[in-house]
């Protein structure tokens, strides 16, 4: 069974940029495709990316293209989500999942807060 453990939320100004890190254990992540979604207080969990388990292929929203970046390091077992050009409509919990044809596995959630 996998386990998802995020970090490196926090609070940012407006324009400022953040790194979260999704670190897996119990299997490994190269047999997943893996992503982010993020859920606002009063919203519905919103998909914001995603990268291929064989080519690594991207998908963004349209909300963070061009500002978010994802990627992986499968020998370390470890997705990441640049983010940069922070805005206040980006506040929200972020969470990583990791999905096959069989299962989907969440992480807890770590909090991103962008305020002046």
């Known amino acids: 069974q996998l386990q998802l453990v995020e970090s490196g939320g926090g609070l940012v100004e407006p324009g400022g940029s953040l790194r979260l890190s999704c670190a897996a254990s119990?299997?490994?992540?190269?047999?997943?495709?893996i992503g982010w979604f993020r859920q606002a207080p009063g919203t519905e969990r919103e998909g914001i990316s995603c990268i291929g388990s064989k080519r690594g292929r991207t998908m963004y929203a349209d909300s963070v293209k061009g500002r978010f970046t994802i990627s992986r390091d499968n020998a370390k077992n470890m997705v990441y989500l640049q983010m940069n050009s922070l805005k206040p409509e980006d506040t929200a919990v972020y969470y990583c999942?990791?999905?096959?044809?069989?299962?989907?596995?969440w992480g807890q959630g770590t909090q991103v807060t962008v305020s002046s």
């Open positions: 119990g299997s490994r992540l190269d047999f997943y495709d």
């Open positions: 999942y990791a999905v096959n044809l069989f299962v989907t596995y």
